[in-house]
T-cell receptor
């Protein structure tokens, strides 16, 4: 089954304790992206990657890191989490080519992070 | 002012009703317009996609884009309890990937 898999689904941590949220897709998609979803603010893009070793900042990148060493994986790293990073996080992937401009985003089922 | 404005609801309708969901936007460069549906504890999934102005129909769903008014709509006919979800409008300039999302409208269809 074609899917985007995020782990963990739920995570509670304390301020300053480094954490990683994993994302993996099995659709051979070049493009991957991380979003956070907050009430009243909708989905906001954190980072995106157009292919292996190519990453770029989205709208709200502060406090986050990403890496793209393999095509299928795109982990999100919080080096020193703070309470304002408490949110619902989504990973998404898509085809990326000039012929696939209208290729839709496929989303994972989310990771709910609480930082105390 | 946000680039994309969407009434958050919540919106509650009886089964069989026609539902109208709307978004307004300020960036006239937007060309791709999408509606995503998000069930509770799930990720968003693409429901409808349109490019430029006009209407697009898919079963009980109709997406409408009015670029002159910077206004998009999603109509759901004969709404069902299974349509209960949060509906997110999304739009972009250059492709269907780099999206600006509305904040979502929570819809409940009562049996």
């Amino acid at each position: 089954e074609a899917q985007v898999t995020q782990n963990p689904r739920y995570l509670i941590t304390v301020t300053g304790k480094k954490l990683t949220v994993t994302c993996s897709q099995n659709m051979n998609h070049e493009y991957m992206s991380w979003y956070r979803q907050d009430p009243g603010l909708g989905l906001r893009q954190i980072y995106y990657s157009m292919n292996v070793e190519v990453t770029d900042k989205g709208d709200v990148p502060e406090g986050y890191k990403v890496s793209r060493k393999e095509k299928r994986n795109f982990p999100l790293i919080l080096e020193s989490p703070s309470p304002n990073q408490t949110s619902l996080y989504f990973c998404a992937s898509s085809l990326f080519s000039i012929r696939a401009l209208n290729s839709p985003l496929h989303f994972g089922n989310g990771t709910r992070l609480t930082v105390t | 002012q946000k680039e994309v404005e969407q009434d958050p609801g919540p919106l509650s309708v009886p089964e069989g009703a026609i539902v109208s969901l709307n978004c307004t936007y300020s960036n006239s460069a937007f060309q791709y317009f999408m509606w995503y549906r998000q069930y509770s504890r799930k990720g968003p999934e693409l429901l409808m996609y349109t490019y430029s102005s006009g209407n697009k129909e898919d079963g009980r769903f109709t997406a409408q884009v009015d670029k002159s008014s910077k206004y998009i709509s999603l109509f759901i006919r004969d709404s069902q309890p299974s349509d209960s979800a949060t509906y997110l409008c999304a739009m972009s300039v250059g492709s269907a990937r780099q999206l600006t999302f509305g904040s979502g409208t929570q819809l409940t269809v009562l049996p």
